[in-house]
């Protein structure tokens, strides 16, 4: 079996009670079988604590009203890992939050960003992600599986991560170059000439596809219908499953210090929010790691159903709309943002979509179409 991990992977410790969320918190943790048989052997005092938090019907730990898991204690401990010990933890929570994500023969395991100490990481490296390999015992064959699509998508997303973190191209025609290999990808696998897909590959690693999307993107302009568009992008959040009451205050709170008045005055704010970023932040840098993180998680995903363009679509779409609450709060604050709080809407926006199984789901459907190019 093949095994692929981000360099900063052994960076992550779990820090407790010292994070300042939880995990225990705010979604439903399943509980595997192995782990659910082990809870109905216990005894002693602790097995009517355990009778109580479980619910057995569905297999998930109960929550109070707060949405928070029966066993989480006042400190944020977990008070069954504190009676019971670290073997009696769940698949879950002994995971988390280690992503994996499973292939023919292939495993990747990323750190998922809903975890604040994990977003801490990604938004304070400068140098570019690199991705390590290492072989274990083990191997696994899926029914349905295309192993050659699968290695078209493994050479394009090495492609797309690549020309992602060419720092001395703009971040706009990074996106660009990025969206039309898709773009052209899509259009090979629709029409099945999938041998055609390495042709448009390497394409779009050269010089003269730059020079060509650097002279499309001079070409667009770029105040016509943009709040329009903006807009509809950002209220797409609405019709996802809500995690957290208080998410749905900041996306209210957001759109309307974004798009109450007018088109002109977001198009100065965005504006106004870039030539501070360039100052006071690495915004390029911090966008470039979070294009990396969603690309590498969810394109090879495409293997399953085909929608290499969805996919791309999806990591810009998550990406700009971590941008557009990092220039809300920035313009709620009178013009300043610190990096901390920068980090605590990348956790807020991948919990709301990376802790729900449907809002992945529907984020990914709503990107089959073509908003973007």
Not at 7 to 23: G, N, S, V
Not at 203 to 212: M, R
Request: glycine residues 4%; charged residues 30%; hydrophobic residues 40%.
């Amino acid at each position: 079996m093949l095994y692929t991990i981000p360099d900063y992977y052994k960076e992550f410790h779990c820090i407790a009670d010292k994070c300042e969320d939880t995990c225990c918190a705010g979604w439903q943790i399943v509980i595997d079988k192995k782990s659910l048989a082990q809870y109905k052997k216990v005894q002693g005092d602790f097995k009517w604590r355990m009778l109580r938090s479980v619910n057995w019907l569905t297999g998930t730990f109960c929550q109070d009203t707060q949405k928070r898991c029966a066993f989480l204690n006042g400190e944020n401990l977990c008070d069954l890992y504190i009676h019971q010990g670290e073997k009696s933890l769940c698949k879950t929570c002994r995971q988390y939050p280690r992503h994996v994500e499973e292939f023919e023969g292939v495993r990747e395991i990323t750190l998922s960003i809903s975890c604040p100490e994990v977003a801490r990481i990604v938004m304070e490296r400068k140098s570019p992600v690199a991705f390590f390999r290492f072989e274990k015992e083990g191997e696994e064959e899926y029914e349905d599986f295309d192993p050659f699509l699968f290695s078209i998508l493994e050479d394009a997303r090495t492609e797309m991560i690549q020309i992602l973190q060419k720092r001395e191209v703009s971040m706009r025609e990074r996106t660009l170059l990025v969206l039309g290999m898709a773009h052209d990808m899509q259009g090979r696998i629709n029409r099945q000439e999938m041998f055609d897909c390495f042709t448009v590959i390497e394409k779009y690693g050269t010089k003269n596809a730059l020079a060509f999307v650097t002279e499309y993107a001079n070409k667009i302009c770029t105040t016509k219908e943009i709040l329009p568009l903006a807009q509809a992008l950002f209220e797409k959040q609405y019709e996802l499953e809500l995690l957290r009451e208080e998410w749905a205050m900041l996306l209210q709170e957001s759109e309307i210090l974004l798009y109450a008045k007018g088109e002109a005055a977001y198009l100065k704010i965005v504006e106004e929010f870039e030539e501070w970023a360039a100052v006071h932040t690495s915004l390029d840098i911090h966008l470039e790691q979070l294009l990396v993180y969603f690309l590498f998680t969810y394109f090879p995903g495409a293997v399953y159903d085909g929608e290499v363009y969805a996919k791309v679509q999806m990591t810009i779409f998550c990406v700009w709309m971590i941008r557009e609450l990092w220039i809300a709060r920035w313009l709620k604050n009178g013009k300043l943002l610190a990096i901390d709080e920068m980090t605590d809407l990348v956790y807020c926006f991948s919990r709301e979509v990376e802790h729900s199984d449907e809002n992945l789901k529907r984020v990914e459907k709503m990107m089959e179409k073509k908003w973007l190019l």
